[in-house]
């Protein structure tokens, strides 16, 4: 009888405590999200962070990943080398963040991954498309910097191709930034214009914040362009479509899938018409999946006019997110060693929006694009759209990667 009543004092005592301190949740895994969310780069970093806003919610929602909820930690880089540093220490040091998606900028992403590299903290670089980006630490034994973007090994054959095979163009100008990205940008234009036996009659550098393009412009149509291939990001390539029309002078051009942005496609206005450039993603619903996140994006974010103003940067920034949720889940943890071991190994393919992603990293291979995956696009009434029907046509069918893919040049190491 003694025995009974302290069996049910002992149940009283415990049921007592837990009402009186109930269990507590395991606590979120972090995610650091870097991009400049101001300035000339913003409409590509805050499309990039809304896509990724989206993915999470969308994952939490459905129970998290291993139980726990997924926390974003964001950070506005305003496309500056030095704050990105500044950010990734914060994120490593105090946030203590399991893993980082984002770098919109070439140079921010070169300046500020060495940090996550030295701390075995996985991130998966979701817009960045310098070649370099993945392979800024081959020398060393291992690599924790991944992409899912088309880096520029890829865009600029690309490039090459639509001006010189597909139309034609014998006399071909280049106009890049004078930024990491797009000098890198220029040097894998002349690699791949060097393969077709030819060379730009003008190689012209312009610096952020440029507004009149006419010295550069000038010296192309006095060489005898027939076509721009650019480097740059909306702004600036606004300023050369406008300083084309100031002159009177039109020809087509071709360039780096910044060409899409929406500060270039507003402030160009007519004069951005026709400008071609590669795409992973459209936003035109191609797909279920695709359907899916552009009508949710558009519910949640209301975008001016119902277009994404980076559509490529929201859909590469969504699926960053759940290649990274797949892994965590894999790994069974936060452990960044095993994160990164389970990115190279991923068990399970991911449905994403730019495509499915089977077996998308290997231990020496961090890029999830490959040459078969991208399109091309043209602005047509304020607007990206397909360039090409086969190319709409191709948009609809799975893209997987193809390691094998032609179109793509061998990047230094």
């Keep these: 009888m003694n025995f009974q009543r302290r069996a049910l004092s002992t149940l009283a005592l415990t049921s007592a405590l837990a009402a009186a301190f109930p269990a507590v949740a395991a606590d979120p895994i ?5 991009g400049p969310f101001t300035g000339g780069s913003s409409s590509m970093g805050v499309s990039m962070r809304d896509g990724v806003r989206l993915a999470v919610t969308e994952i939490n929602k459905a129970g998290g990943v291993l139980g726990r909820q997924l926390a974003l930690v964001e950070r506005d880089d305003e496309a500056k080398n030095e704050r990105g540093v500044q950010i990734a220490q914060e994120l490593i040091n105090k946030e203590k963040v399991a893993v980082t998606v984002g770098f919109i900028n070439t140079g921010v992403a070169l300046a500020s991954q060495r940090f996550y590299q030295e701390a075995k903290i996985p991130v998966i670089n979701n817009v960045a498309t310098g070649s370099l980006v993945t392979h800024q630490f081959d020398d060393q034994p291992e690599n924790y910097i991944f992409r899912n973007a088309a880096h520029d090994s890829i ?20 106009l890049a930034d004078s930024t990491n990205y797009g000098q890198l940008g ?37 060489a005898g362009a027939e076509a721009v ?19 009177g002078w039109k020809v087509p051009m ?35 999946k695709r359907q899916a996140f552009i009508i949710n994006y558009l519910k949640t974010f209301s975008p001016k006019g119902a277009r994404i103003d980076s559509p490529v940067s929201a859909a590469q920034g969504y699926d960053s997110i759940y290649l990274l949720a797949a892994a965590i889940k894999q790994a069974g ?39 078969n995956i991208p399109v091309f696009g043209e602005v047509k009434g304020q607007k990206v759209v397909y360039a090409y029907p086969e190319d709409q046509k191709k948009a609809s069918e799975v893209r997987v990667k193809d390691a094998n893919a032609k179109g793509a040049l061998t990047v230094k190491k």
């Design 333 to 371: 943890g936060v452990d960044g060693p095993k994160i990164k071991a389970a990115l190279e190994d991923l068990k399970t393919p991911v449905e994403g929006v730019v495509t499915t992603y089977t077996k998308p990293f290997t231990t020496k291979d961090h890029e999830a694009i490959t040459a």
């Design 229 to 247: 291939l650019t480097y740059g990001i909306g702004p600036e390539l606004a300023q050369i479509a406008n300083g084309m029309t100031k002159l």
């Design 155 to 174: 865009q600029a054959p690309m490039i090459v191709e639509e001006a010189i095979t597909r139309r034609g163009f014998k006399k071909v100008a280049i």
């Design 186 to 222: 220029r040097e894998d234009l002349e690699k791949a214009l060097a393969l077709k036996g030819i060379k730009a009659v003008a190689v012209e550098k312009f610096n952020i914040k440029d507004v009149d393009m006419t010295p550069q412009l000038l010296k192309a149509k006095e």
């Design 254 to 288: 071709v360039g780096s899938w910044t060409l899409s942005m929406a500060n270039y496609i507003d402030n160009a206005g007519p004069g951005g018409e026709g400008a071609r450039m590669p795409q992973t993603f459209i936003q035109e619903p191609t797909t279920p």
């Design 30 to 34: 972090k995610i650091g999200v870097s």
